[in-house]
């Protein structure tokens, strides 16, 4: 599975942003897809993921802010971010989990957002 992740780039505080991550490959193999950040000086964290089944789950920090999705193939792959924050500034990750593994396994190769007037 390939993911090609798109979309980032300079935002004012209070803007919007949308992300895109389009997979290839044995995309039928994907179960879990979602979305890491990673700011300077900071951890890896988990932003946002959208199970199988649907079910959305979202970091404290994002929530009411920011929307995951997908479409129903499991070949693209969505963050639609508002009301953006400094503190969101980073490279994002689009992450997905093949069906056989305990955790994400594919990454994309980021994108960064930042958020700056």
């Excluded at 969505?78 to 997905?96: F, I, K, P, R």
């Amino acid at each position: 599975v390939q993911l090609q992740a798109s979309g980032g780039g300079l935002v004012q505080p209070g803007g919007s942003v949308r992300l895109s991550c389009a997979a290839s490959g044995s995309i039928s193999s994907i179960s879990d897809m979602g979305w890491y950040r990673q700011a300077p000086g900071k951890l890896r964290e988990l932003v946002a993921d959208i199970t199988n089944s649907g079910s959305t789950h979202y970091a404290d920090s994002v929530k009411g802010r920011f929307t995951i999705s997908r479409d129903s193939r499991k070949s693209a792959l969505y963050l639609q971010m508002n009301s953006l924050e400094a503190e969101d500034t980073a490279v994002y990750y689009c992450v997905a989990r093949a069906r056989y593994r305990a955790s994400y396994n594919f990454w994309g190769q980021g994108t960064q957002v930042t958020v700056s007037s």
